[in-house]
T-cell receptor, first 111, second 115 residues
């Protein structure tokens, strides 16, 4: 059973701090990794993708991938109250089926 | 269209009735996916269409669920003899390439309530 695991949270950080969200996956053959943001009552929105080991930065967001440890993380710098949402980690697998999603981590940024 | 369009946005149905949910993907996106999300749960994969290939139905929870995609574009998810456990948000997504290699774009979803 292929799995994507995330801490459900809530993760609470003060405005301006760095939020760190973590995800592990079970399929060692996974090749594509994504972070989605989902506001309450809304559909998921793609915010980051990463395919190679290392870091990928986009504005205040940095995705980190370590395939040896089967670990993906998302760092949000200078967190804002508008970043308060559930963050979903998604992984595709080598078998070619659809993305497998974690259950998400709820982030709360207080002003 | 500019985004993935789903209809209806909300559907309340009586237990035992059949329902049809519609998805119109982004123009040019060859891959189309259906997921459902129950309250407090993650996204559960249901079915995947890629171009003219046979769909991957491995996520459909029972034979009451079926889906089709006509002309490589619009898709309809049908749930027969609905049960209360079918209540969820049904999300459709499309992608420019197979397997979601470049990530998906989701529609706004259909909230299904079975009473």
């Amino acid at each position: 059973q292929k799995e994507v695991e995330q801490n459900s949270g809530p993760l609470s950080v003060p405005e301006g701090a760095i939020a760190s969200l973590n995800c592990t996956y079970s399929d060692r053959g996974s090749q594509s990794f994504f972070w989605y943001r989902q506001y309450s009552g809304k559909s998921p929105e793609l915010i980051m993708s990463i395919y190679s080991n290392g870091d990928k930065e986009d504005g205040r967001f940095t995705a980190q991938l370590n395939k040896a440890s089967q670990y993906v993380s998302l760092l949000i710098r200078d967190s804002q109250p508008s970043d308060s949402a559930t963050y979903l980690c998604a992984v595709n697998d080598q078998a070619g089926t659809a993305l497998i999603f974690g259950k998400g981590t709820t982030l709360s940024v207080s002003s | 269209g500019a985004g993935v369009s789903q209809s209806p946005s909300n559907k309340v149905t009586e237990k035992g009735k059949d329902v049809e949910l519609r998805c119109d993907p982004i123009s040019g996106h060859t891959a189309l996916y259906w997921y459902r999300q129950s309250l407090g749960q993650g996204l559960e994969f249901l079915i995947y269409f890629q171009g003219n290939s046979a769909p991957d139905k491995s996520g459909l929870p029972s034979d009451r669920f079926s889906a089709e995609r006509t002309g490589g574009s619009v898709s309809t998810l049908t749930i027969q003899r609905t049960q209360q456990e079918d209540s969820a948000v049904y999300l459709c997504a499309s992608s420019v390439a197979r397997q979601g290699t470049y990530g998906y774009t989701f529609g706004s979803g259909t909230r299904l309530t079975v009473v």
